[in-house]
T-cell receptor, first 114, second 115 residues
Framework: AQSVTQLGSHVSVSEGALVLLRCNYS??????LFWYVQYPNQGLQLLLK??????LVKGINGFEAEFKKSETSFHLTKPSAHMSDAAEYFC????????????FGSGTRLQVQP | DSGVTQTPKHLITATGQRVTLRCSPR?????VYWYQQSLDQGLQFLIQ???????AKGNILERFSAQQFPDLHSELNLSSLELGDSALYFC??????????????FGEGSWLTVV
């Protein structure tokens, strides 16, 4: 079985500051990892994903994440926050065996202060 | 726009009733997933279909059922509704049934309110 833990249900940063959203996973086999963003009253949009290969993954809107197997982490970062980044962010894991469906973390709501 | 279309966008119904949520996957996607998002449970996987056949089951209640039709659209049927079924129901689709890290695209969801 797999699980995802997102540390911090709410994160607040100032505009222009570094964004760091934490995600740790638990999995019996190497997983595929995803970050999705949900803007108010909208669906989930894929930001980035890690499957195999390079452990630093770049996504849309300037976000990136690094897969660290030794730490079982997949933290999401952005060097400089913008007001439009305010949203809820979900980390998710998928295994390539068994159910092959996304298991989501509980989400982190990002606030960006002017 | 993800290409996944869900109807209706909003639905208000009474306890004990039955509703059907509809989903059209992205063109070419054979796999359809249903997820439920609620404040207390978060995002929960309900069920997956691949090319018309059930592929995987998650936390789907017995009062709920789904199917995928030959044209690949899917319906989620919710019956004997309870207040606790009020949630945002997402449909998602992907190209393949197997994971291989293939991207799952989400629709904008159907808001269900049970009163």
């Amino acid at each position: 079985a797999q699980s995802v833990t997102q540390l911090g249900s709410h994160v607040s940063v100032s505009e222009g500051a570094l964004v760091l959203l934490r995600c740790n996973y638990s999995s019996s086999v190497p997983p595929y990892l995803f970050w999705y963003v949900q803007y108010p009253n909208q669906g989930l949009q894929l930001l980035l994903k890690y499957t195999t290969g390079a452990t630093l993954v770049k996504g849309i809107n300037g976000f990136e994440a690094e897969f660290k197997k030794s730490e079982t982490s997949f933290h999401l970062t952005k060097p400089s926050a913008h007001m439009s980044d305010a949203a809820e962010y979900f980390c998710a894991v998928m295994l390539d065996t068994g159910r092959r469906a996304l298991t989501f973390g509980s989400g982190t709501r990002l606030q960006v202060q002017p | 726009d993800s290409g996944v279309t869900q109807t209706p966008k909003h639905l208000i119904t009474a306890t004990g009733q039955r509703v059907t949520l509809r989903c059209s996957p992205r063109s070419g996607d054979l796999s359809v997933y249903w997820y439920q998002q609620s404040l207390d449970q978060g995002l929960q996987f309900l069920i997956q279909y691949y090319n018309g056949e059930e592929r995987a089951k998650g936390n789907i209640l017995e009062r709920f059922s789904a199917q995928q039709f030959p044209d690949l659209h899917s319906e989620l049927n919710l019956s004997s509704l309870e207040l606790g079924d009020s949630a945002l129901y997402f449909c998602a689709s992907s190209v393949m049934g197997q994971g291989s890290g293939n991207t799952i695209y989400f629709g904008e969801g159907s808001w269900l309110t049970v009163v």
